[in-house]
């Protein structure tokens, strides 16, 4: 559901981009990030001989405030280092991921978290069930009202302490939603026909939260999955 979401988001954007000229801005804008000291990037223009080419620049790049030495990028470097990345992260996909998403399936059923949230679970639905018959009991004036708020405290105290035990094991076991974004990316990768020719910025919305900047010529892919790619720039 959340690829399909951003797929959907992605291609009315395209449109609404194309019609403007700037689809290329929308692509990496706010995403590109510098990796010494964490300013976005922003987008210049610059005229050469072939034409117009554009590069993302730190703000702070030697500034008095900021003294950051990170240099300014061609965004076309940007894009085809991410078409390198995204080749090597495919061709070793299954080698990479999926030992991973065994091992923290593997860490959550050693940890019991399934069994101990079903039954959880278990008791809620019967509590629930005991507060229903009070209150018919009560309306039906078949208990008094001492009773009555005597044993709705009891079940109330007993719901809250499965709500707070259910808090904690979902603390335990929060890395379930890093276990759905390592078998997208998967899905993802698996799916795409053949090697990246040229740059894909569907497949980058899908793929990438943000790229970062480092001072010796390298990028940083970080994938919304939680995965990290570094790739230097050719």
Request: aromatic share 6%; hydrophobic share 30%; net charge positive.
């Amino acid at each position: 559901m959340r690829l399909q979401q951003i797929k959907e988001h992605r291609l009315g954007h395209r449109a609404r981009m194309k019609s403007c000229g700037n689809e290329g801005a929308y692509i990496l804008s706010g995403k590109v990030v510098c990796g010494e000291c964490g300013r976005a990037f922003i987008r210049k223009k610059e005229q050469r001989q072939k034409g117009v080419s554009i590069k993302w620049r730190c703000p702070g790049h030697r500034s008095e405030a900021c003294q950051c030495y990170t240099n300014e990028i061609w965004e076309a470097d940007i894009k085809n280092t991410f078409v390198n990345a995204f080749n090597t992260l495919k061709e070793y996909a299954d080698e990479i991921l999926d030992p991973v998403i065994r091992g923290m399936k593997k860490m959550q059923e050693t940890n019991g978290l399934h069994e101990a949230l079903d039954t959880l679970n278990q008791k809620k639905l019967e509590l629930k069930e005991q507060r229903h018959i009070l209150r018919q009991l009560k309306a039906n004036e078949c208990i008094d009202s001492a009773l009555y708020f005597e044993e709705s405290r009891k079940i109330e105290r007993e719901l809250s302490r499965c709500r707070s035990e259910e808090k904690q094991l979902y603390s335990r076991g929060i890395h379930q939603d890093t276990i759905t974004g390592l078998q997208a990316t998967l899905h993802q990768l698996q799916g795409y026909d053949g090697k990246m020719q040229a740059f894909d910025g569907d497949q980058f919305i899908l793929l990438v939260r943000e790229v970062s900047v480092g001072k010796e010529r390298e990028l940083g892919f970080h994938l919304r999955c939680g995965l990290n790619l570094y790739e230097p720039v050719l």
